[in-house]
């Protein structure tokens, strides 16, 4: 079983939807929870991270965790073209240590005007 | 803003042959990462590098070598390419301190090698 589950997509929207990207963990060791970015032909950029449960707000992008049910969550509101991207889970125990960080394989979404 | 560059953005080599990747960062950065993208199994971390002339091994080394000579250059070396390893090659580097959340790493663009 991998560490860290997310549905490939591609998820195709039209504009003004809300988004939901999720993945799936199995170690409940995992404290941090980040989303990556990855516009095409690019590198990933950090979008946002959680730490342990709950949710985090950022302005059209909510981030949340369900450390009881191993899942957490991207949603997006009111998306447009441009959030057209890969959007990667990645994952790391308590101490944050980079070595450890766990990526999900990324679900491309196309936002469609 | 900082700045990773990975020298090529594509790279076509034959089996056999011995490849080097460059990375270069604008930061001062002390950390220094090479990842490997494949569809389906996400970023895997195959070196990384605290320091220079420091290395260790991540997930998947086996095949693979660094050099960390100076600073600011974390060379991937492929010591002799196969097809297996045709992939998108991702370098990526942080602050020491702080942890993946609060010294998150920043990614070049990647290299895309293809071995035939």
């Known amino acids: 079983q991998k560490e860290v589950e997310q549905d490939p997509g591609p998820l195709s929207v039209p504009e003004g939807a809300i988004v939901s990207l999720n993945c799936t963990y199995s170690?409940?060791?995992?404290?941090?929870f980040m989303w990556y970015r990855q516009y095409s032909r690019k590198g990933p950029e950090l979008l946002m991270y959680?730490?342990?449960?709950g949710n985090k707000e950022d302005g059209r992008f909510t981030a949340q965790v369900d450390k009881s049910s191993k899942y957490i969550s991207l949603f997006i509101r009111d998306s447009q073209p441009s959030d057209s991207a890969t959007y990667l889970c990645?994952?790391?125990?308590?101490?944050?240590?980079?070595?450890?960080?766990?990526f999900g394989a990324g679900t491309r979404l196309a936002v469609h005007p | 803003d900082v700045k990773v560059t990975q020298s090529s953005r594509y790279l076509v080599k034959r089996t056999g042959e011995k490849v080097f990747l460059e990375c270069v960062q604008d930061m001062d950065h002390e950390n220094m990462f090479w990842y490997r993208q494949d569809p389906g199994l996400g970023l895997r971390l195959i070196y990384f590098?605290?320091?220079?002339?420091?290395?260790e091994k991540g997930d998947i080394p086996e095949g693979y070598s660094v050099s960390r000579e100076k600073k600011e250059r974390f060379s991937l070396i492929l010591e002799s390419a196969s097809t297996n390893q045709t992939s998108m090659y991702l370098c990526?580097?942080?602050?020491?301190?702080?942890?993946?959340?609060?010294?998150?790493?920043?990614f070049g663009n990647g290299t895309r090698l293809t071995v035939t």
């Open positions: 590098s605290y320091d220079v002339k420091m290395k």
């Open positions: 170690n409940s060791a995992f404290q941090y």
């Open positions: 959680t730490y342990s449960s």
């Open positions: 990645a994952l790391t125990l308590g101490d944050g240590g980079y070595n450890k960080l766990i």
């Open positions: 990526a580097s942080s602050l020491r301190t702080g942890g993946v959340y609060n010294s998150p790493l920043h």
